[in-house]
């Protein structure tokens, strides 16, 4: 069965790097579109970023561009999302994503990322 | 970027009544291969959100058929026939037309 686990979360401070990661089972990564989708704690859901399965193309919201990078290592079958020049509003819980039919219809269990100093 | 906004924000519903929400999107949701990407999640407290509806009306399998998804263009609706305990929790919907995928605000039901 189709299963998403997400790992990397924790406190970072201000200004640091965090790399989360995307373990897949029971479907094949590059076969897909992956996303990324965050929520603040109390808040709604924000979609940060999306990796294509064909052109490798990627995608991301206004508010990571240039500070956030979504990437996937076939050979592990593991979705990534490299954050850096982290900052207080983005600690969320980080979910990722398959993508079925032009929306996503598996989600892992989140990690949460905190910002703080 | 495409903008998605939801009413009501909070929906409060006796038992067993009808439940609606609109999502409207600031500009058409017709992809250029000819499909409309709306779908709309169910998330409960401290759970991962769960798809309900794909491509506006489309239920995913296991979801109850009280769930209805209809709309076209810039204007979509999720319809609950009788609300029942377990429907408790926040909506959403999204837009996966654009490049840059985007979600409506949520809308909160409760048990009146």
């Known amino acids: 069965q189709v299963q998403l686990v997400e790992s990397g979360g924790g406190v970072v401070q201000p200004g640091r790097s965090l790399r989360l990661s995307c373990a897949a089972s029971?479907?094949?990564?590059?076969?897909?579109?992956m996303h990324w989708v965050r929520q603040a704690p109390g808040k709604g859901l924000e979609w940060v970023a999306v990796i294509w399965s064909d052109a490798n193309d990627q995608y991301y919201a206004e508010s990571v561009k240039g500070r956030f990078t979504i990437s996937r290592d076939n050979s592990k079958n593991t979705l990534f999302l490299q954050m850096n020049s982290l900052r207080a509003d983005d600690t969320a819980v980080y979910y990722c994503?398959?993508?079925?039919?032009?929306?996503?219809?598996?989600w892992g269990q989140g990690t949460l990322v905190t910002v703080s100093s | 970027d495409i903008v998605m906004t939801q009413s009501p924000l909070s929906l409060p519903v006796a038992l067993g009544q009808p439940a609606s929400i609109s999502c409207r999107s600031s500009?058409?949701?017709?992809?250029?291969?000819?499909?409309?990407?709306l779908t709309w999640f169910h998330q409960r407290p401290g759970q991962s959100p769960r798809r309900l509806i794909y491509?506006?009306?489309n239920r995913d399998s296991g979801v109850p058929d009280r769930f209805s998804g209809s709309g076209s263009g810039t204007d979509f609706t999720l319809k609950i026939t009788s609300v029942e305990a377990e429907d408790v929790g926040v909506y959403y919907c999204?837009?996966?037309?654009?490049?840059?995928?985007?979600f409506g605000q949520g809308t909160k039901l409760e048990i009146k």
């Open positions: 500009q058409s949701l017709v992809h250029s291969d000819g499909n409309t990407y």
């Open positions: 029971g479907f094949i990564v590059s076969s897909h579109a």
């Open positions: 491509r506006v009306s």
């Open positions: 994503a398959r993508d079925v039919v032009g929306s996503t219809d598996h």
């Open positions: 999204m837009q996966g037309t654009g490049r840059q995928h985007s």
